[in-house]
Structures are given as structure tokens and as C-alpha cells.
């Protein structure tokens, strides 16, 4: 009975980290419209120094909705093809995934950005594959390298016990990986939180929104509002990855 | 019954496994002992299809394995490995588990099943079930390994060097268990070594394998009393081939029982079910040529000489 007392209160005390940040982030997109004198002290030549043009939880929504939609099309096809290359049939494959994922992150998001306006128009589909690209390496490289570690005879046995190629799949393979796979969605998600402000340079709102009309316009105030909430958002998610790798301990 | 007939691999040009036949009856104990690259996982793996063969035949009670579902054929074929191979991320309970899992068992019949194996291999359920694989010492791990093997209760075992990477000590232990358990469980098991003591010590018959043949096959006595060529000898341990004979004999074979009980003060006794080689050992020890042969309970039931123990018993 102690022992699952005890058990609750741990795993409240290891909530209580992403849920701090939340309240956090809450109370940041409450206060800042109303921390008029603050940023009036960081930009005192402009007009306004509260970005108003959209509501900053709207933003932050926005941003969310972006970076989420892009993490689970990362995720889906980076873990999808790291285990197609890992089986005996696509091994072929292997150099190529693992060198095409690399190449994406070596690519400048901007300059997917740039080439994919001409095909996709403006907004929020060139964003989109932007974030997808960049977001694939550190998940294809982790789900590989947690794919690839796993000790031979686990793999020699579990086929030997009479398990189908599914059942190792799923029952021993993808556990034993987990923890490193969640590493590097973690990494991914985490970056392009970062990087989906780069959107609002082609019309996608984000809260690079705040950050970009700060920077054109000279308004330090609006530069630092979407700086912010943007760190803070990040904070946050990044806690809740956090919490989620504690349970494959 | 396991029979493989003109069984050949052939791993692009080079033949793993060549021409090789061999029937494991019912209840046997076969080990496969060569040099390693002999061929002889390969012929182990071969049965459970791991290996799929390029020639010939395996079967298995008469019917040929490539007639069964992969699958289905390795749940009715136990397999136990070197360093265990056990599910890290799965308690002990649950890897034993695995195979009744796969076989759709129910739930209280696992438990109960698993509840027995872990008596049967010495391992204390409420101390064990829970724990994980990596808070087991070598020796553990690998009774948690054969454990696994028997779970579905198969009738035929296969062992790829279960015991190679354990202390001598452990691996003693593990072997004396593991005829204790084939004594009782009587499964065909077909068991791989590259340690002829380890080979001499378990078999029923011994397989020596060299460059994907065999070599020389028989009882370990067969083997010991006429190795087939100097392979076969250099593996027996040349010289010491007379101790591992002896090794073999129990001294109740030879002792003479129909001498005058001797006086109980004599300090140099054997126990009539330790071997030859043990009793020459005391001889020496306690330089004298003559042994008091006792039972379990410690009282004289007979006399050991040198003389009996070189001569095989006219008495």
C-alpha cells in the first residue's frame, strides 16, 4: 500500500514539470497584451508595442497545428522507412534512406522555402514540407540506430521461440527501440518548433508572425513577444517528451 | 525422432554442411562437437529452418519440415541459446511465457506452467517471476533460457553452446541439472559444443563434426576406446584420454563386493557412484592402492583396487 502511495506521488512530481510549463505559457499569452509599459521600455520610438494583428494564443495554436501535422508525416514516414530498409527486402535501400535523410537536414529550411513557393503556392504547404524534411533525419537516424542496437541473439531467439516477422516487429523490436526512436522525435519536434517561425516569411501564420513584422518594422517589442512564446512553447513540449521517455525506463 | 538424410548447405560455393546423415531416436541426447566453423550451428539451425537446407532431407516424427508452417515448427521445437537471448524489456515470468503466448494458451494455464518450470529449474517463483532478465547472474539467465525452451512442453530440444558462456563452475552445476532434468523429461535433444568434456559428460551419442562432415559418431565410451583419426584424438585431449575414459566408469562397475568387509577405520573411502577417474585420483592422494567403497549413508559395501580398477571387472 506505501509502496503505491508512493508510486502516485512520484508520478505526480514528474507531471507536475510539463504541467508547470503549461500554466507558464498560459499565463504568458494572458499577460503579455497587457504589459503595455514592459515593451514600451525595449521599443519607446514605436506606435504600438503589443502585436495585435492576430490573438497570441491564436497563434500559438496555429503554430502548434503546424508543427504537429508536420512531426506526425515525419514520424509516419521516417519511422515507416527506417523499418522497410532494416527488413531483409529493402535492405538495398539502407545508404540511400540514411543519406537522403541526412541531405535534408543539410538542405536550409529557407531554401526549401524558396523552391517549393514556385510549386506550392504561398503559406502553409510549403511550410509544411519544409518542417517534414528537416524533421526527418534525427527520427530516420535514431529509429535505425535503435533498430540496428539490438543484440542478435534477442533477434536470433525471438524467431527461434516460433514468432512471425510481425510479432518481432512488434513485440520485441520496436520496444527494445522505443527509447532511442522517442529520442529523436523528440529532437525533431523540438527543432521545428524553432523552425516553423521561418514560415511566416511565406504566409503561414506562426509566431514567427510577431517576429518577422518586429523585424521589418524595427519593433523590438514584437520581436521579443514572439521570442517568448515561442521558447516557452518549446519548453513545454519538450517536458511532456521528457515525461513520455520516462516510461520506457 | 530427428533424421536428416544427405543434408547439404551451401552458402554460395562453399558447403557449410556436406552430405551429412544422422537420426536422433526418441529420448536421445546427440551432441555435435567439432572446431567452430565445423558446420555444426548451422546443421542445429537447419532443423528449426532458421537455415533453410540446400539438399537433402530433415525430418521430424517422419515428416518432412519443410511441410510445416516456419512457424508453427519452431513452437514445437524448444531452442536455447548461448547467452540466453532473453527479451530484456520482459520479466522473467513473461520470457518463459513467450511460446504458450504465441500458442494462444490461456491466461491461468501460462501462470501455472511457468509457476512449474521455475520449480522445476530451481528458481524461487516470488523471488524470480518479476524480476528482469538483467538482474540475473550468468548462471540464472541461462536456467531462465532452458526454462523458455521447455515451456511449450516440445518434445525436442535444441541447445546451440547453452552453456558456453558461463564460469566453469556454473556450467558444471548447469550440466549435472540438465541430465538431472533429461532423466526425467526424456526429450530428443540435439545439443552443440566445442568442449568434448562438456560433450563427453552429456551425451548419449557424440557427433564430431570437421569441415561439414562426420567425422566419427557413438557412445562417448565408443569414441574414447577408438577415435577414428588423430581430429578426433586431439579433440578427446590426447594424453589425458585415459582419465576421461575413467571419468566415464563408476566405481560400483568394479569394486568387488565379496571380500571381508574391511576395518572402518580406514580413512581412504570412495562413494561407489563416483567414478573411476575420482577414485584413481584418491589413490593417489592418499598413496595407496586400495579404496573402502562406500554407499550415500557412509557404510562400507565393498573394496576398490588398483588392480580392478585397471582390469575390467572378472568378478
Not at chain 1, 505559457?25 to 503579455?32: K, M, Y
Not at chain 1, 514600451?40 to 503589443?50: E, K, M
Not at chain 1, 509566431?207 to 513577444?225: E, F, H, K, R
Not at chain 2, 545439443?191 to 568434448?196: A, N, P, Q, S
Request: net charge neutral; hydrophobic share 45%; aromatic share 4%.
Amino acid at each position: 500500500m506505501r509502496l503505491q502511495v508512493s508510486r502516485v506521488s512520484n508520478s505526480a512530481r514528474h507531471a507536475a514539470v510539463p504541467l508547470g510549463w503549461l500554466l507558464v505559457l498560459g499565463l504568458a499569452i494572458a499577460w503579455l497584451p497587457e504589459a503595455e509599459a514592459w515593451f514600451r521600455q525595449v521599443a519607446p520610438n514605436s506606435r504600438s508595442v503589443i502585436y495585435q494583428r492576430d490573438g497570441f494564443l491564436d497563434l500559438v495554436l496555429q503554430h502548434l497545428r503546424l508543427v504537429g501535422a508536420a512531426s506526425l508525416v515525419a514520424v509516419v514516414v521516417g519511422v515507416g522507412a527506417s523499418i522497410l530498409v532494416t527488413r531483409p527486402l529493402g535492405q538495398d535501400f539502407l545508404p540511400l534512406v540514411a543519406q537522403l535523410a541526412s541531405m535534408g537536414q543539410t538542405f536550409p529550411p529557407v531554401a526549401v522555402l524558396a523552391l517549393s513557393v514556385p510549386m506550392l503556392g504561398f503559406g502553409t504547404q510549403p511550410t509544411l514540407l519544409a518542417l517534414v524534411l528537416y524533421g526527418l533525419l534525427p527520427i530516420v537516424r535514431n529509429t535505425l540506430v535503435g533498430l540496428q542496437g539490438i543484440d542478435p541473439t534477442v533477434l536470433e531467439a525471438a524467431r527461434g521461440m516460433g514468432m512471425s516477422n510481425r510479432q518481432v516487429l512488434w513485440q520485441v523490436e520496436l520496444p527494445l527501440a522505443a527509447r532511442v526512436i522517442l529520442a529523436g522525435i523528440r529532437t525533431s519536434v523540438t527543432i521545428n518548433i524553432a523552425t516553423a517561425a521561418i514560415g511566416s516569411t511565406i504566409g503561414a501564420k506562426t509566431l514567427g508572425d510577431p517576429i518577422i513584422a518586429g523585424i521589418s518594422n524595427g519593433n523590438n517589442a514584437y520581436i521579443l513577444q514572439g521570442a517568448i512564446l515561442i521558447a516557452l512553447l518549446a519548453l513545454f513540449i519538450d517536458s511532456l517528451f521528457e515525461r513520455l521517455s520516462r516510461l520506457f525506463q | 525422432m530427428i533424421e536428416l538424410r544427405n543434408v547439404t548447405k551451401r552458402f554460395g560455393d562453399e558447403r557449410a554442411v556436406n552430405d551429412f546423415s544422422l537420426t536422433v531416436e526418441d529420448g536421445e541426447f546427440c551432441v555435435l562437437v567439432g572446431t567452430s566453423g565445423c558446420g555444426k550451428s548451422t546443421t542445429l539451425r537447419m532443423i528449426n529452418r532458421l537455415i533453410e537446407h540446400s539438399d537433402g532431407q530433415i525430418l521430424i516424427d517422419r515428416q518432412q519440415i519443410r511441410s510445416f508452417n516456419p512457424q508453427a515448427l519452431r513452437r514445437r521445437i524448444g531452442y536455447a541459446i548461448q547467452s540466453t537471448g532473453l527479451f530484456p524489456h520482459w520479466s522473467v515470468a513473461r520470457n518463459i511465457g513467450t511460446v504458450p503466448r504465441l500458442l494462444k494458451w490461456d491466461k491461468p494455464r501460462i501462470e501455472a506452467r511457468v509457476r512449474e518450470l521455475m520449480e522445476l529449474l530451481g528458481l524461487d517463483h516470488d523471488n524470480f517471476a518479476e524480476r528482469m532478465p538483467s538482474q540475473l547472474s550468468g548462471g540464472q539467465a541461462q536456467r531462465v533460457g532452458v526454462a523458455r525452451a521447455l515451456a511449450a512442453d516440445p518434445d525436442t530440444l535444441l541447445m546451440d553452446e547453452p552453456f558456453g558462456a558461463l564460469d566453469p563452475i556454473t556450467r558444471v552445476n548447469l550440466q549435472e541439472e540438465l541430465l538431472r532434468l533429461q532423466s526425467r523429461l526424456k526429450k530428443t535433444i540435439v545439443f552443440v559444443t566445442h568442449d568434448m568434456d562438456e560433450a563427453l559428460k552429456l551425451a548419449d551419442r557424440i557427433v564430431v563434426m570437421d569441415a561439414g562432415r562426420i567425422v566419427q559418431q557413438g557412445t562417448p565410451s565408443d569414441l574414447l576406446s577408438a577415435p577414428a583419426n588423430a581430429f578426433v584424438e586431439s579433440l578427446l585431449g590426447g594424453a589425458d584420454r585415459g582419465l576421461k575414459q575413467a571419468g566415464l566408469i563408476r566405481v560400483s562397475s568394479r569394486m568387488r563386493t565379496d571380500l571381508p568387509a574391511p576395518q572402518a577405520v580406514d580413512p581412504a573411502t570412495v562413494a561407489a557412484d563416483d567414478t573411476l577417474r575420482v577414485a584413481l585420483s584418491l589413490m593417489l592422494w592418499h598413496r595407496c592402492d586400495t579404496l573402502t567403497v562406500v554407499d550415500r549413508s557412509n557404510t562400507p559395501v565393498g573394496q576398490l583396487s588398483l588392480r580392478d580398477l585397471l582390469h575390467s571387472g572378472s568378478s
